[in-house]
Nanobody
Framework: QVQLVESGGGLVQAGGSLRLSCAAS????????MGWFRQAPGKERESVAA???????TYRDSVKGRFTISRDNAKNTVSLQMNSLKPEDTAVYYC???????????????????WGQGTQVTVSS
């Protein structure tokens, strides 16, 4: 059984940084595309970033240049470094494992088989 566990969320002031981590058990992450999503209260879940099995990555426009997704295959983890945080980044952040190693349709939650429980990120103004 695959389990994904996020950590690293918290409260930070605008302009600050946080690093989220997602640890996997039950399956190696290296052969699958992985994604980060977020969901703010009253809003739909939205894609944030994805990383392919090859290491190539992609981001939603609003986080480009501020967020960086990476993976450590030896530790079976995926991370999201978030810099220059804004109040609009406030949400519960989820990591997820895609059923597609190439990360096709990476923005679509339906492409992901497994999800973590989420970690809260709150950015104060």
């Amino acid at each position: 059984q695959v389990q994904l566990v996020e950590s690293g969320g918290g409260l930070v002031q605008a302009g600050g940084s946080l690093r989220l981590s997602c640890a996997a058990s039950g399956r190696t992450l290296s052969t699958y595309a992985m994604g980060w999503f977020r969901q703010a209260p009253g809003k739909e879940r939205e894609s944030v970033a994805a990383i392919r099995w090859s290491g190539g990555n992609t981001y939603r426009d609003s986080v480009k240049g501020r967020f960086t997704i990476s993976r450590d295959n030896a530790k079976n983890t995926v991370s999201l470094q978030m810099n220059s945080l804004k109040p609009e980044d406030t949400a519960v952040y989820y990591c997820a494992q895609s059923r597609d190693q190439y990360g096709r349709n990476w923005y679509d939650p339906a492409m992901y088989d497994y999800w973590g429980q989420g970690t809260q990120v709150t950015v104060s103004s």
